[in-house]
């Protein structure tokens, strides 16, 4: 299952935390912050892909980190974008701990060249409880979209729901934004 996308270019810099927050802007860093650790980290279970090596954790206040990805400098020209309107397809790994619940939240636009936006998809906060760290998945294609998509907006973070000082939130890595041409 950890095979998806694995054909498509992925279009987020820095997915799996290797270059420390590089190309993340920090939107909320809530209670400790947002850290690094290494995988499968305390109460953890490994990625079912074994190169993903380190994850993103948020603390118990909540945290969202978020890139705007630039088509045109991604190579996506207003024409293919308006015309061909190829799929555009999001995937985001989220986990617990073992030993602490959690809360995660997922926001993708697509916005317009003066960055309004076209379409969006928000799922309702997933509540994760304590006990099994495993690690689940979002995914979502956009669409017939219509014209006018120039930039996509990624955020995603989350928090504990048990207000305990440290990083007990939700885990997450290799987050992926790929064009289906």
């Not at 095979?3 to 992925?10: A, V, Y």
């Not at 939107?27 to 990625?47: A, H, Q, T, V, Y």
């Not at 974008?81 to 995660?104: F, L």
Request: aromatic content about 14%; hydrophobic content about 30%; glycine content about 8%.
């Amino acid at each position: 299952m950890w095979t998806i996308n694995s054909l498509k270019k992925n279009l987020i810099k820095n997915p799996c935390a290797l270059e420390d927050f590089k190309y993340w802007t920090i939107d909320e860093n809530g209670g400790d912050k947002w850290r690094i650790e290494d995988l499968p980290g305390g109460f953890g279970e490994l990625f079912p892909n074994p190169s993903v090596s380190k994850y993103f954790v948020t603390s118990y206040r909540p945290c969202k980190k978020s890139q705007i990805i630039d088509l045109k400098n991604e190579g996506f020209s207003a024409e293919i974008m308006d015309e061909a309107q190829p799929a555009i397809i999001i995937t985001d790994w989220y986990a617990s701990r073992k030993d602490c619940s959690c809360q995660y939240e997922l926001l993708v636009r697509l916005l317009s060249a003066d960055k309004k936006s076209i379409q969006e998809f928000r799922p309702q906060p997933v509540n994760l409880p304590g006990g099994d760290g495993q690690w689940h998945y979002v995914t979502h294609t956009f669409s017939n979209y219509g014209p006018g998509v120039r930039y996509i907006s990624f955020q995603h973070g989350g928090k504990d729901t048990k207000g305990w000082a440290g990083w007990y939130g939700v885990r997450v890595t290799n987050s992926s934004v790929s064009i289906d041409i």
